[in-house]
């Protein structure tokens, strides 16, 4: 079983930035996939990014040359590094990983970008 725990959320302005992170409990070079999805209200889940084992990353291409993803693997941590936020990124952030034919979730954080 992988925990998650995510931190970093927050109220922020438009044009700013935060960091998210995502601590596992295991090593996370062990785990095949780990992301962040978002959920805005009425809306659907949408994948944010993914950083594959072997260091591969994947980004939506409403984040692409904002947003990156990377990750520690002495901390045991991923990061989202989310520049020139815009209102449109308002929503809950969840740290998702896939490990042995498992998928694991965070608790989710809430990302707020609004003057």
Avoid at 10 to 38: D, E, K, N
Avoid at 57 to 72: C, E, M, P, Q
């Amino acid at each position: 079983q992988v925990q998650l725990v995510e931190s970093g959320g927050g109220l922020v302005q438009p044009g700013g930035s935060l960091r998210l992170s995502c601590a596992t409990s295991t090593s996370i070079s062990s785990i095949l996939a780990i992301g962040w999805y978002r959920q805005a209200p009425r809306k659907q889940r949408e994948l944010v990014a993914v950083i594959s084992s072997d260091g591969t990353t994947n980004l939506a291409d409403s984040v692409k040359g904002r947003f990156t993803i990377s990750r520690d693997n002495a901390k045991n941590t991923m990061y989202l590094q989310m520049n020139s936020l815009k209102p449109e990124d308002t929503a809950v952030y969840s740290c998702h990983a896939v490990q042995g034919g498992y998928a694991y979730w965070g608790q989710g954080i809430q990302v707020t970008v609004s003057s």
